[in-house]
């Protein structure tokens, strides 16, 4: 069974920092682009990060850039995410997700493997 656990979720003051990780089993991602996404309350899902499977090529959201890096680790089948500079708008469900294809991609019906999410909550 294909799986995506995503970790590193919790409670923190804006301004400080978080690091999401999504593990893989089931299958390698090594060749496979990974994305990290975000919902929150009464909002639609939205584009946070991407990461080309070689790790070569990431595109961050606006609202992001400069604040979150994107990371893949092949050997380890893992995919991060550090934040930094929270704010209380970065509040959201973090998810992770994977292409069958290599090169990345923004629009989250690309993306045919996702985990179930990790709740990320900034104080003001």
């Known amino acids: 069974q294909v799986q995506l656990v995503e970790s590193g979720g919790g409670l923190v003051q804006a301004g400080g920092s978080l690091r999401l990780s999504c593990a893989a089993s089931?299958?390698?991602?090594?060749?496979?682009?990974m994305g990290w996404f975000r919902q929150a309350p009464g909002k639609e899902r939205e584009f946070v990060a991407t990461i080309s499977w070689s790790g070569t090529t990431t595109t961050y959201a606006d609202s992001v850039k400069g604040r979150f890096t994107i990371s893949r680790d092949n050997r380890k089948d893992t995919v991060s995410l550090q934040m930094d500079s929270l704010k209380p708008e970065d509040t959201a469900v973090y998810y992770c997700?994977?292409?069958?294809?290599?090169?990345?991609?923004?629009?989250?019906?690309?993306?045919?493997?996702w985990g179930q999410g990790t709740q990320v909550t900034v104080s003001s």
């Open positions: 089931g299958r390698t991602f090594s060749s496979s682009a």
């Open positions: 997700a994977a292409r069958d294809f290599g090169v990345t991609s923004t629009m989250a019906r690309s993306y045919a493997y």
